[in-house]
């Protein structure tokens, strides 16, 4: 079965970086679009940044554009999200998820498969 694993989530400062990592297994990795996307305690899932199979095409949410970066190694099967001068209010859970569509966009419906999450916290 599909399974994502997320890893690099910690405890950060404000303006500290942090770089993600989601490793897939069980699927033919280079046929899916992968996507980030994170919820904070009491909020909806967002969209993060997005990346299609060949790394092409890349979505950022308006809120991460210039400082976050996303990146795909089909040879590892492995997702990337460095995150640059990372802000108190990112503090969230930060899940990976992998979609099959020929067009996912930003909602987290398209993706069918998601990992289970790595926690993010920005201190003040």
């Known amino acids: 079965q599909v399974q994502l694993v997320e890893s690099g989530g910690g405890l950060v400062q404000a303006g500290g970086s942090l770089r993600l990592s989601c490793a897939a297994s069980?699927?033919?990795?280079?046929?899916?679009?992968m996507g980030w996307f994170r919820q904070a305690p009491g909020k909806e899932r967002e969209f993060v940044a997005s990346?299609?199979?060949?790394?092409?095409?890349?979505d950022y949410a308006d809120s991460v554009k210039g400082r976050f970066t996303i990146s795909r190694d089909n040879a590892k099967n492995t997702v990337y999200l460095q995150m640059n001068s990372l802000k108190p209010e990112e503090t969230a859970v930060y899940y990976c998820?992998?979609?099959?569509?020929?067009?996912?966009?930003?909602?987290?419906?398209?993706?069918?498969?998601w990992g289970q999450g790595t926690q993010v916290t920005v201190s003040s």
């Open positions: 069980g699927l033919t990795f280079s046929a899916y679009a």
């Open positions: 998820a992998a979609s099959i569509k020929t067009w996912w966009g930003r909602f987290a419906a398209n993706f069918g498969s």
């Open positions: 990346i299609s199979r060949s790394g092409g095409t890349i």
